[in-house]
């Protein structure tokens, strides 16, 4: 069974950092491309960022492109999403997924509000 647990959110201030970290389960971590989306009240989930499986390659929307970096530990089977300069409009529940699958974890609410 395909699990996938986000962590991380939290309240912070326009400008600021956080970290989130998604770990995988119930499926070959190391060969799938892991990405991170992100959706607002009323809006669509979008697509934020990926990172293939040697993590040699990452894409990221033109939105956070320059602010936030992905990565990701095999050995943990864990991804992550370092998001800098922080902006009120990047608040949004964030997500994880595995390419091949359509399984979704619960999220990470990120807020970004003074």
């Known amino acids: 069974q395909v699990q996938l647990v986000e962590s991380g959110g939290g309240l912070v201030q326009p400008g600021g950092s956080l970290r989130l970290s998604c770990v995988g389960s119930?499926?070959?971590?190391?060969?799938?491309?892991m990405r991170w989306y992100r959706q607002s009240p009323g809006k669509e989930r979008e697509f934020v960022a990926q990172i293939n499986t040697a993590s040699a390659i990452t894409t990221y929307a033109d939105s956070v492109k320059g602010r936030f970096t992905i990565s990701r530990d095999n050995a943990r089977k864990t991804v992550y999403l370092q998001m800098n300069s922080l902006k009120p409009e990047d608040t949004a529940v964030y997500y994880c997924n595995a390419a091949a699958f359509e399984t979704w974890g619960q999220g990470t609410q990120v807020t970004v509000s003074s």
């Open positions: 119930g499926f070959a971590f190391s060969s799938q491309i």
